[in-house]
């Protein structure tokens, strides 16, 4: 939200400027609404259609026979209900509508609230804030939030935990007086006990009044809940230590506080208990102390989610759909420089709108970082990441990105990326969750693509590769059987190209953008997006027309080098089975890969040998995918005209590519091409 300002240009105010400018800005302003729509949409959509035994699953317990609405029996009875006592006694005067019309009242009331929220958070942007700006963000907050983990869970289970995070952005942004801010507060506090965290940074930053009416409210509302309902209240706060216990088992990956992730390493008992009190209490003293200096600072938004941040890590249970405050910290500027001012909201809206397992890949090494991501980016915000104030000369104006001399556009209608020919290096790390992210989108599609391994897609493969096989005939390329024979016969060749096709497919392509990111930077970027488009426009392939590849032809009589003899019924590949899509082979990525790293290295390599050996990476790529039965002829042709798509939007979107020479390393000497390129001597 507030990153929007984040660039390396300042923001410019609309008032003066051409009609043609503010046309845009309402027509991107109702765009990014109509994304907005339909996010929530889809996302009501998503609740209403499940089956009503698997949907508000949380909610419907509160209406069963014995459950929370009806009163005949404890909340906690069979402790799937989280909440507080007072949030039973609220509910139950909703007891007969609930009935009535739990789901559609549920999911669209609680879609308002997310709304609500959004809005609130646009409008507490900390200054200065320019009008475009404001405009946008409001729009962006609640699309955020809609794809936002947090808010999808809670919309799907039914839960209440959108609320009280509403009611302290309200009590802090919107409501005047610090006793009704207090009020509301405490509120949210008697839902969701962490919240009071807050009345200590009320307290430090002059809000007195306020602090002291949260913990009065707080106290007055759940002394009311346990007058009228002792025994519940007495179970919540005593046996089950504030809702520990409740809902599913604290070492469950689902609860993302200190607590859940000590018993998850292993610790127990008083050891366990003692550890997570002494981490607890630190992690709460500095990021209060942050939080009080950002509000101070007069960025109190960003002292809000510091706080939230800090009750998720604190609280004892802290389940996915109580993680909202994480995503308000994107607000937070970080980096001196304009490429690196993206890292951090980028890292947050992944981490909240993302599965783990995309995030991170599944190794061991990393497998405890990836079951506790969401502490983790809490922690991070609370106490590590150094958010700069507003009083420092790189809060508004980073360091600018090195541009080269700008280019005239294509066409009239289809403009040039605005972000221009960047010459900087682009940040490392948001490099490598871009590229994690994408691989694994990339993973998802091509699994789910038309054409899988059941039975359906099999024979609409099966049938589009005698398509390919009857094309191949007719222009005398259906070589496949006779080089897969012949490769056969020779056990050097067939382990050679076996060992090809399985072990460079992904190495040299990240070798080729690894160099490219620490000798080329400006062409690491050029690359890069080359072969992000092809591998999209690849993916469409993939998803258009499942082909069966040689080695899946029934009765074509190829041989499967690499897995071996197959039944055709039943193919079965190992973890492959279940890891990919045996029928994605049109178009061919391992030849449209190599030919992506042949082409840079044929255009950037200072020698020419080293073109050479580029040039060579596809040649070999196409003798193995056919040797092994893998892909067809054609499917390479597929490939090549990906990569050949890719390049072309490359120029399309950016301008040709910026003829810089390498770029000296450790020498502390700016190249040439960088002050030719702020003159504006040279178009590249």
């Known amino acids: 939200m507030a990153n929007a300002e984040h660039g390396g240009r300042p923001g410019k105010s609309l008032v003066g400027a051409p009609e043609t400018v503010r046309a845009r800005l309402r027509a991107l302003r109702v765009g990014l609404w109509a994304v907005a729509a339909i996010l929530a949409v889809r996302q009501v959509a998503a609740v209403l259609s499940t089956p009503k035994a698997d949907r508000l699953t949380d909610l419907e317990t509160w209406v069963g026979p014995n459950g929370v609405l009806h009163v005949k029996g404890s909340l906690y009875d069979s402790t799937r209900f989280t909440g507080t006592p007072l949030g039973g006694l609220v509910l139950k005067p909703l007891t007969r509508s609930a009935e009535q019309a739990l789901g559609w009242g549920w999911t669209f009331g609680t879609l308002l609230l997310v709304v609500a929220l959004g809005l609130v958070a646009a409008r507490a942007l900390p200054p200065p804030v320019s009008r475009r700006t404001s405009l946008l963000a409001a729009p962006v907050a609640v699309s955020l939030l809609?794809?936002?983990?947090?808010?999808?869970?809670?919309?799907?289970?039914?839960?209440?935990?959108i609320i009280p995070v509403l009611l302290v952005l309200l009590g802090c942004f919107v409501v005047r007086g610090e006793r009704v801010c207090g009020v509301l507060i405490g509120l949210a506090a008697a839902l969701q006990p962490t919240v009071l965290l807050f009345a200590p940074l009320l307290w430090f930053t002059g809000r007195r009044r306020a602090a002291a009416s949260t913990g009065a409210t707080f106290a007055a509302l759940t002394a009311l809940a346990w007058a009228a309902m002792p025994h519940d209240s007495n179970t919540y706060w005593v046996h089950h230590l504030a809702g520990v216990g409740l809902g599913k088992d604290a070492d469950d990956l689902a609860n993302q506080s200190l607590h859940g992730a000590l018993l998850r390493f292993g610790l127990t008992g008083p050891?366990?208990?003692?550890?997570?009190?002494a981490l607890g209490a630190a992690v709460a003293v500095v990021?209060?102390?942050?939080?009080?200096?950002?509000?101070?600072d007069g960025q109190l938004l960003l002292a809000v989610a510091v706080t939230g941040c800090v009750a998720v890590a604190v609280s004892p249970t802290t389940w996915q759909h109580?993680?909202?405050?994480?995503?308000?910290?994107?607000?937070?500027?970080?980096?001196r420089k304009a490429s690196d001012r993206y890292v951090w909201p980028v890292a947050v809206v992944l981490v909240m709108t993302l599965p783990a397992r995309m995030m991170l890949p599944d190794m061991p090494v990393l497998q405890p970082l990836r079951d506790n991501v969401v502490l983790v980016a809490a922690l991070v915000a609370a106490a590590v990441v150094p958010f700069l104030s507003r009083t420092s000369a790189y809060y508004r104006a980073p360091v600018p990105a090195d541009h080269a001399a700008p280019v005239p556009t294509r066409w009239r209608r289809v403009p040039l990326l605005p972000s221009g020919r960047v010459l900087d290096r682009t940040n490392l790390l948001l490099e490598l969750l871009l590229i994690r992210v994408g691989y694994s989108a990339y993973q998802q599609v091509r699994l789910a693509a038309t054409g899988g391994t059941n039975s359906g897609g099999r024979a609409a493969a099966e049938h589009h590769g005698e398509q390919i096989l009857a094309v191949e005939r007719f222009l005398h390329l259906d070589v496949e059987r006779w080089v897969n024979h012949s490769v056969v016969q020779v056990?050097?060749?067939?382990?050679?190209?076996d060992f090809y096709y399985q072990s460079f497919h992904f190495g040299i392509p990240l070798t080729v953008l690894a160099v490219l990111y620490v000798r080329r930077p400006a062409d690491h970027r050029w690359a890069r997006s080359a072969l992000g488009f092809a591998t999209l426009l690849a993916l469409v392939g993939f998803w258009l027309y499942p082909l069966a590849p040689p080695r899946l032809m029934p009765g074509l009589g190829v041989i499967d080098t690499v897995h071996g003899a197959q039944d055709f019924s039943k193919p079965d590949y190992g973890t492959l089975t279940e890891l990919t899509n045996q029928y994605a082979a049109m178009p061919s990525l391992h030849f449209g890969w190599s030919l992506w790293c042949g082409v840079v290295i044929a255009v950037l390599a200072p020698r020419w040998w080293m073109k050479a050996l580029g040039l060579l990476h596809p040649l070999l790529t196409l003798s193995s995918i056919v040797a092994t039965g893998n892909h067809w002829v054609l499917d390479a042709g597929g490939g090549a005209a990906v990569v050949a798509?890719?390049?072309g939007l490359t120029y399309l979107l950016t301008g040709p590519r910026s003829r810089t020479p390498v770029e000296p390393v450790g020498t502390g000497v700016e190249p040439p091409v960088r002050a030719v390129g702020r003159a504006g001597r040279t178009r590249g």
């Open 322 to 335: 109580q993680v909202l405050w994480v995503l308000l910290a994107l607000v937070g500027r970080v980096g």
């Open 146 to 161: 809609m794809l936002s983990l947090p808010v999808r869970n809670a919309l799907y289970l039914g839960q209440t935990s």
């Open 645 to 647: 798509a890719g390049f």
């Open 287 to 296: 990021g209060l102390r942050r939080a009080v200096r950002h509000a101070r």
């Open 271 to 277: 050891l366990e208990v003692g550890l997570f009190l």
């Open 491 to 497: 056990p050097f060749l067939r382990d050679f190209f």
